[in-house]
């Protein structure tokens, strides 16, 4: 119930109606008195508002009391509202009886004294308040319940959707809760062993073994965990990462365990065959017949293979470059100097010299001296940052078995050439011969590998010999593996899109090229299509830009012949109900205007052709107009608009004025529509962010509120908080849209805040630039100033195909004491200032034969006459959007005015253009 209760009184004598008003205003003041005259109007009126008391007459034409006490019970709206019936008539038994039994909660027979008239009324207020209050905390238990109750869903789905097996156990070893995971690992299903012990599922000897001893630590309070080996029914055996951990109940006792058990069977084989590739690296290099030595950045020794070790006749030691010589007795090639570390090949190569075949002699003790060739450079990971230095030791004493051992270890990478599953090609970069290919080419490309083999690169690859041959030059003069994207032709004649990585490598003695070859061809056709359907979006996108630009044209021509004839007619002389009918018209006509420029200006945004002017905004000056808009719509709710903007915000705000207003203007309209009654507040301070300083716009009512789903996508296009919304109040569901695109345009943020039937709040913010600290280009509208006068007897010329349009400009401009010559395209325009001298066109843009842009044009350039070239052009034009304007400027006109327009306007147009500074030249 409100604080002010609502009674609705429902009598159609009207003495009654008088006399209950005024009985119940004298003893229950403050309330707020609702009446009707018939049920069907009562019905009406609760289904707009919430009653705490509903009287009504017992007989009534057309339905009763009774009949409509039963729709108020059956409707949820108003079946909480207490009835009371009143009948003129001694009532009876079954009458009562009736009443009761139609949902009436009192029955009042007249005539009555007044004291208990009130105090039956009263009784019903008060149980409505108690009512109204057990609801209230019946909703917040259930949403407390509701509360509880998902975050344990939340829960349980989390568990539920872990790939990880979990399960719980209490204090009898029982299994309380066993997640998917859990059942399908063991195969179990869940109500064969939800409350089983876990001995009797598993065994006890596996129980006790296994089990107990880690779950008994866990009972005493400790967190254990452990790997065990498992055999899975389809896998075999896996190994899986388990953890025990105590769950504490009050005092601190273990009341349970949860068991989260998770597969690890691949990391450990992941783990293993890094491991493995690692040894087997190092049994690679340990493998080498050259001694393979590196060392890190600091110059600490890292790498000694044992090639390396056996050349040296010592083991590995990490040790710096100031020892390198001494402990590894490292001489000169007359094996007496010692080398000192700058000569040493390593330390030069650290300090990234090449080394190429230079020879040193190493003195191992108990020996024979060995003479070897040292060749190495720096080390650099894939970005180029430096790693250290490397270089290859060869024993020159045993140079005939290195080239065996390289002779099999080149026989070694043709296995694995062979052997490789991606499509490889040995080619001759010189005459483009095929020198070999692997099982995998001859798959690919239907020959045998025999055959393949006598081919030339140029029967596969479909460029010209030329191309194909700087392809061949630019893969074997490069340093690194070069990449390629090629047609090749198949065997069967079919094409093949490939990607092929080519280098050089010495092959036999001489230089080939290696190419491993990748088929792209469904890759290639899955961008394509993705291509193609962006392209179709982006189409699709820009024909709905161009309809809904089309469409406001098409409905704007009409709309000015409506909204102009009407203000016309509503100049003149009217009774007070013609005056009314035609007002009502009007305020649906701008209503319709507002959803269309709602609409274009959406078009405007998907087609990222709105643009935000930078300008000076004195905030409180445009504070004071918005809120002076909606006053008198407030005051016929009964509501309160405050508005507070804080001192320590600049006087002047740099930012675009017109789209300010339009968020707020939105944001306001829709508090005073969604409130019944209360106050709104608009607030206006400064915000510290992470982003900087900013400023916070905010709004908040004392309306019906926001459900907390409908919150979600409130900003939404075209959405409404509930479906009925629009029935019951109206809008098209962009004015919300628009503000979050405009504030995303500012590089700000908009959210909101409800509760239901205690109100909304809705808030933007972005970044706070003062006006005076910022130099601003000046406003381009700033010299559009409305004259309150006109001059008359001006000559028109008015260039309009629209034949209500024509007698629109005709009338407004007569009654100015202008004299209008009128013709329907561009070209009789250009006709007519050509016999005859005016002072001004009123020019339309869209026209057959000849548009108002092409005409404008032609008058600048002095088609007509060098007389008219300076004649003032006004355009009057359906197209509304920046860039129409910018177009009309571009042709040489003096003025823009869209439609619909307003007499006042045209007048204000005309005068501006007499007294405007010479017309803009045309551009281009």
Known sequence: MHDTPAILIVDDTPSNLYTMREVLQHYLCPCYIVEASSARQGLELTRSMEMDCILVDLQMPEMDGIAMCRQLKQNPQSARSPVILMSAHQSTASMRAEALDAGADDFINRPIDSVEFVARVRTALRLKKMGDELLQLNNALQGKASSASATLREYLRAVESSEDLIATVGEDFRLKIVNNAFLRFHNFRRRKVIGQSIADIWGKDFFEAQILPWMSR????????????????????????????????????????????????????????????????????????????????????????????????????????????????????????????????????????????EEMVILPKGQQPRHVQASGGPLFDSDGTPLGALISLLDLSDRRAAQQESATREAQYHALFQNNHSVMLLIDPDSGEILDANEAAARFYGYPQAQLKTLKITSLNTLSPEELWRALNSAQNRAEEASFRFQHLLADGSMRDVEVFSGPINYQGRIVLYSIVHDITERLRGEKQMLEATKAAEEASLAKSSFLANMSHELRTPMNGILGMTELVLESRLNAEQRECLGMARDSAHTLLALLNDLLDLSRIEARQLELRQAPVELNKLLNQITKSFSLQARQKGLIIHSNLCPKIPLSILGDETRLGQILINLLGNAIKFTHQGRIDLQVKCSRTQRGEEILFSVEDTGIGIEELALERIFDRFAQADASITRQFGGSGLGLAISKELVQ?????????????????????????????????????????????????????????????????????????????????????????????????????????????????????????????????VAMTAHASEEDRSNCFRAGMNDYLSKPFTPRELLNAVERAIIAPQPLQPQG
């Open 745 to 873: 345009l500012m590089d700000g943020r908009i959210w909101a805040q409800s509760r239901i039937r205690e109100g909304s709040s809705f808030h933007f913010s972005f970044p706070l630039r003062d006006a005076h600290e910022t130099t601003a280009g000046p406003d381009p509208d700033s010299d559009r100033q409305e004259e309150s006068t006109h001059r008359a007897g001006i000559k028109i010329l008015v260039a309009e195909d629209h034949e209500i349009n024509q007698r629109l400009a005709r009338k407004i401009l007569e009654r100015g004491g202008h004299r209008v010559t009128l013709t329907g395209n561009g070209a009789l325009a250009l006709k007519s200032l050509s016999e005859e001298k005016y002072d001004l066109v009123l020019m339309d843009i869209q026209m057959p034969v000849m548009n108002g842009l092409e005409a404008a044009a032609s008058i600048r350039r002095g088609t007509v006459s060098k007389e008219a070239t300076n004649i003032p052009i």
């Open 218 to 357: 866990c009972f005493l309070g400790e967190q254990v965990q452990f790997e065990a080996r498992r055999t899975h029914p389809l896998r075999g055996e896996v190994v899986l990462h388990v953890r025990y951990s105590p769950i504490m109940g009050a005092g601190k006792t273990v009341q349970g365990v949860v068991i989260i058990a998770r597969d690890i069977t691949e990391q450990n084989r992941a783990r293993q065959e890094l491991d493995r590739q690692r040894q087997f690296n190092l049994a690679i290099l340990d493998h080498i017949d050259e001694g393979i030595v590196a060392c890190d950045m600091s110059g600490t020794l890292s790498l000694f293979n044992q090639a390396a070790r056996r050349l040296h006749g010592r083991p590995f030691e990490p040790l710096n470059p100031e020892q390198w010589a001494q402990h590894y007795r490292l001489f000169h090639n007359d094996e007496r100097t010692l080398m000192t570390k700058e000569a040493n090949p390593l330390f030069r190569a650290l300090e990234g010299e090449p080394i190429d075949h």
